[in-house]
């Protein structure tokens, strides 16, 4: 469990750096500028208390493939939950608004989250471009205000979970450890990378902070300099260890005996005397520190011609102290041929003595520079590696820096709202949405769908804030009994129907559970689907918060989890490397009719002379 601290404060929480929870950087001045001067604005205009409906959502999926993980909803809620303007910050805006009214600060001073509502996805839960994350609605003179933030808090939470989740689907079953923390952005890059990697799939950090706080285990072994600091024996200042049972042994003596014995036995085709003195010297030092956890760094001097061989000379001595070694890591070289030919020798020192069928089964872990593509190209390789520390390209997203998130207005005092650009992918689909997952008969899920409120097929999932059924009225320019007609939100020709079966009833349970992978049935006519499955259907929102914290927040642990589980219902074609399969986002009929309608009428109509 994550570390809390008592602050001086007993009304206060602080979990090492944050705040109730709460990243003490993540404030109500952590936004743009302009948040601020709009926010004046409305205020001045008497608008602020107008009802507002924001969508927050990102365009296209990450890293050239077709998911996202989304993440970061937790500090979000914490950011609302918290979010007031303190007297410093009042006299600061005071000095970039010279001239605005004193009126405004006093606004700015009462100002909280209570009259804010947010719907958002679960947190870990696979997501597709263009269905909103987040639903914020209330006043839009606070609405306004949470843009930046919560962008800036989903942004870099989902873009590193969904890499992490990449790596850890290249990896397959491998343990996964992340050495990000000397490579990220500054010091809070490298608290959200740990965790948010966590999430997507690794196994533990290097980043000790980050373990303190969120209960990561941490991971680590040694670094080339600590190798390089022993030159000889002379630099074991301690050589003895206690053995299991309680013995006082120098291990130095024993592993050097252990070398002798090896070198008789086995032909490394290498002199002993090749054999850095210093390297074994520092094996044993950590050794003793760390006898039931000792993993040694090979590749300091040559790999195959000192470090293997002395690394299995304080291993085998440790095995007759009682202890087993966990393995090695190298940082450099070939890391396919390397962890091969290891493994080789491994094998020989097993074959060699019955008693030692342990050694060949030891831990491979290679680091340097490791990313998605090395990871796939060492698998068809044939590589002999256990596990893999990943730093730079994990935490700084290389391939892709940001996810592009954007926050934008849907409707306004119950009017729709649309902005409109010439690239399509722009244009948002106006007023306040009910989304859906589509799950097949073999338990993937097929297509996510948006709906206008008052979609006749989905008024049974309409309820009001006490939870009674809310029925609507609507008409429809084309109906199919028995099925929901799906259409992509900008492209005519491409729709799909889902055959539904029974009528659905609201559902607050979890999706089915994972099934085995197997594509859905489905007829191609053109540019249209016909997708015939016995579909279940769950809306994908919870109302997370209304003036304050409605639903009981997860743990890292269950997120990881809910990750995991997610990963495993969404269909192979969709995650894989090369030419992923794009997943269905599609509106309802009538949403589509209504995006079109109110994209013809608020379209400027050129006039040619």
Known sequence: MAFVLKSDDESLTMNGLHLNGQDSLVQALLTDFYQITMSYAHWLNKKSESHAVFDLYFRKNPFQGEYTIFAGLEDCLRFVENFRFSSSDLDYIRQTLPNAEEGFFQYLAELDCRKVRIEAIPEGTVVFPKVPLLIVSGPIGICQLLE???????????????????????????????????????????????????????????????????????????????????????????????????????????????????????????????????????????????PTSFLALIDTYDVLRSGVINFLSVALALNDCGYRALGVRIDSGDLSYLSKEIRIRFKKVADADSNLSFVSSLTIVASNDINEETIISLNEQKHEINAYGVGTHLVTCQKQPALGCVYKLVSCDGEPKIKLSQDVSKITIPCKKLCFRVYGKSGNPIL???????????????????????????????????????????????????????????????????????????????????????????????????????????????????????????????????NPTPYKVSVSSILFDFLHDQWLKNAPICQLE
Not at 271 to 290: D, K, P
């Open 148 to 290: 930046t933030t919560l962008l800036n808090l989903v942004n870099y939470a989902s873009l590193v979970a969904t890499n992490a989740s990449r790596f850890k689907l290249a990896a397959g079953g491998m343990q996964l450890l992340e050495f990000g923390l000397r490579r990220a952005q500054g010091p809070n890059g490298g608290l959200s990378a740990s965790k948010y990697c966590y999430v997507g799939g690794f196994d533990g950090t290097s980043n000790v902070l980050a373990g303190k706080l969120y209960g990561i285990p941490v991971k680590g072994t040694q670094a080339h300099s600590f190798i390089c600091s022993f030159s000889s024996e002379s630099d074991l200042n301690i050589r003895m260890i206690r053995t299991a049972d309680g013995k006082e042994i120098d291990l130095y003596e024993l592993a050097k005996e252990k070398l002798t014995w090896l070198m008789n036995t086995i032909n490394w085709g290498v002199a002993r005397s090749e054999l850095s003195q210093g390297e074994l010297a520092s094996f044993v030092a950590y050794a003793i520190a760390f």
């Open 448 to 578: 996510d769908l948006m709906t206008i409120r008052g979609d006749e097929d989905f008024t049974h999932f309409e309820t009001d804030a006490d939870g009674n059924k809310v029925e609507f009225q609507s008409s429809r320019t084309e109906k199919y009994e028995g099925s929901i007609l799906c259409r992509h939100p900008f492209e005519e020709g491409k729709r799909c129907l889902v055959w539904r079966g029974k009528q659905p009833e609201v559902d607050s349970t979890p999706p089915p559970p994972p099934l085995p992978l197997s594509p859905h049935l489905s007829l191609q006519e053109g540019r249209r689907c016909l997708v015939s499955s016995d579909c279940q259907i769950h809306r994908l929102h919870r109302v997370y918060w209304d003036g304050e914290v409605k639903e009981k927040l997860p743990t890292l642990p269950e997120i990881r989890e809910h990750v995991f589980c997610e990963l495993s219902k969404l269909r192979g074609d969709h995650k894989r490397y090369l």
